[in-house]
Protein backbone atom coordinates (compact mmCIF):
# COMPACT_ATOMS: atom_id res chain seq x y z
CA UNK A 1 0.00 0.00 0.00
CA UNK A 2 1.43 3.06 -0.77
CA UNK A 3 1.39 6.26 1.84
CA UNK A 4 2.27 9.50 2.32
CA UNK A 5 2.31 11.25 5.47
CA UNK A 6 3.26 15.06 5.69
CA UNK A 7 4.92 16.46 9.02
CA UNK A 8 5.37 19.73 10.23
CA UNK A 9 1.77 21.09 11.25
CA UNK A 10 2.71 24.91 11.77
CA UNK A 11 1.71 27.65 13.45
CA UNK A 12 4.22 30.62 12.52
CA UNK A 13 4.33 34.24 12.82
CA UNK A 14 4.36 36.55 9.32
CA UNK A 15 8.02 36.66 8.00
CA UNK A 16 9.40 33.22 9.87
CA UNK A 17 10.51 29.76 8.32
CA UNK A 18 8.71 25.98 8.97
CA UNK A 19 9.79 23.19 7.35
CA UNK A 20 7.64 20.27 6.44
CA UNK A 21 8.59 16.35 5.31
CA UNK A 22 6.91 14.02 3.31
CA UNK A 23 7.60 10.57 4.92
CA UNK A 24 6.38 7.65 2.17
CA UNK A 25 5.68 4.02 2.23
CA UNK A 26 5.05 1.48 -0.63
CA UNK A 27 6.98 3.06 -3.32
CA UNK A 28 9.52 1.77 -5.57
CA UNK A 29 12.92 3.57 -5.02
CA UNK A 30 13.51 6.77 -7.38
CA UNK A 31 10.05 7.34 -7.72
CA UNK A 32 9.79 9.57 -10.56
CA UNK A 33 8.57 12.53 -9.57
CA UNK A 34 7.36 14.18 -6.24
CA UNK A 35 5.82 17.55 -5.53
CA UNK A 36 4.03 20.04 -2.96
CA UNK A 37 0.92 21.58 -3.48
CA UNK A 38 -1.26 24.19 -1.30
CA UNK A 39 -4.81 24.38 -1.06
CA UNK A 40 -6.40 27.59 0.81
CA UNK A 41 -10.30 28.19 1.26
CA UNK A 42 -11.53 29.86 -2.03
CA UNK A 43 -8.85 29.20 -3.98
CA UNK A 44 -7.39 26.00 -6.09
CA UNK A 45 -4.85 23.48 -5.23
CA UNK A 46 -2.02 25.27 -6.69
CA UNK A 47 1.47 23.29 -7.11
CA UNK A 48 4.34 24.70 -5.08
CA UNK A 49 7.15 22.73 -6.08
CA UNK A 50 8.47 19.63 -7.81
CA UNK A 51 11.39 17.55 -8.02
CA UNK A 52 12.00 14.53 -10.28
CA UNK A 53 13.78 11.45 -9.85
CA UNK A 54 16.88 13.21 -12.23
CA UNK A 55 16.51 16.39 -9.46
CA UNK A 56 15.28 18.77 -11.44
CA UNK A 57 13.04 21.33 -9.69
CA UNK A 58 10.25 23.56 -10.88
CA UNK A 59 9.12 25.78 -8.07
CA UNK A 60 5.87 28.00 -8.66
CA UNK A 61 6.34 31.63 -9.26
CA UNK A 62 4.99 32.46 -5.81
CA UNK A 63 7.13 30.64 -3.57
CA UNK A 64 10.63 30.65 -6.24
CA UNK A 65 13.18 32.41 -3.82
CA UNK A 66 11.63 31.85 -0.70
CA UNK A 67 11.08 27.78 -0.45
CA UNK A 68 13.19 25.16 -1.20
CA UNK A 69 12.50 21.74 -2.21
CA UNK A 70 14.86 18.43 -1.55
CA UNK A 71 14.70 14.63 -1.81
CA UNK A 72 15.81 11.62 -0.16
CA UNK A 73 15.85 9.45 -3.59
CA UNK A 74 17.14 6.05 -1.14
CA UNK A 75 14.36 6.79 1.63
CA UNK A 76 11.58 8.59 -0.82
CA UNK A 77 11.39 11.18 1.46
CA UNK A 78 10.28 14.81 0.49
CA UNK A 79 10.98 18.35 2.01
CA UNK A 80 10.01 21.85 1.74
CA UNK A 81 11.62 24.16 3.70
CA UNK A 82 9.59 27.64 3.55
CA UNK A 83 10.77 31.41 4.28
CA UNK A 84 9.65 34.37 5.16
CA UNK A 85 5.96 33.06 5.00
CA UNK A 86 3.00 35.69 4.29
CA UNK A 87 -0.24 34.96 5.62
CA UNK A 88 -1.59 34.59 2.84
CA UNK A 89 -0.12 31.67 2.35
CA UNK A 90 -2.21 29.82 4.97
CA UNK A 91 -3.39 26.89 3.41
CA UNK A 92 -3.32 22.75 3.49
CA UNK A 93 -0.07 21.64 2.33
CA UNK A 94 -0.11 18.54 0.40
CA UNK A 95 2.68 16.23 -0.80
CA UNK A 96 2.18 13.99 -3.77
CA UNK A 97 3.84 11.63 -5.82
CA UNK A 98 3.60 10.03 -9.38
CA UNK A 99 5.41 7.78 -11.77
CA UNK A 100 4.71 11.03 -14.65
CA UNK A 101 6.56 12.69 -16.92
CA UNK A 102 8.79 14.97 -16.56
CA UNK A 103 7.18 17.54 -18.43
CA UNK A 104 3.93 16.51 -16.26
CA UNK A 105 5.99 16.82 -13.10
CA UNK A 106 6.93 20.43 -13.56
CA UNK A 107 3.86 21.26 -14.92
CA UNK A 108 2.03 20.49 -11.92
CA UNK A 109 -1.07 19.76 -12.80
CA UNK A 110 -3.03 18.58 -9.54
CA UNK A 111 -5.20 15.39 -11.65
CA UNK A 112 -1.92 13.89 -12.79
CA UNK A 113 -0.67 12.85 -9.50
CA UNK A 114 -2.18 9.60 -8.28
CA UNK A 115 -0.53 9.62 -4.79
CA UNK A 116 -1.48 12.26 -1.97
CA UNK A 117 -0.60 12.95 1.48
CA UNK A 118 -3.51 13.89 4.13
CA UNK A 119 -2.06 17.14 4.38
CA UNK A 120 -1.07 19.11 6.92
CA UNK A 121 -2.11 22.55 8.05
CA UNK A 122 -0.10 25.98 7.83
CA UNK A 123 -1.07 28.79 9.53
CA UNK A 124 0.79 31.79 9.33
CA UNK A 125 -0.95 34.59 11.73
CA UNK A 126 0.69 36.85 13.93
Known amino acids: EVRLVETGVGLVQPGTSLKMSCITSGFRPGYHCMAWFRHAPGKDREGVASIDSDGTIIYSAAVKGRFTVSRDKRKNELYLQMSALTPEEAAMYYC????????????????????WGQGTQVTVSS
Open 96 to 115: AADDISSNDCYRMYPWVFGY
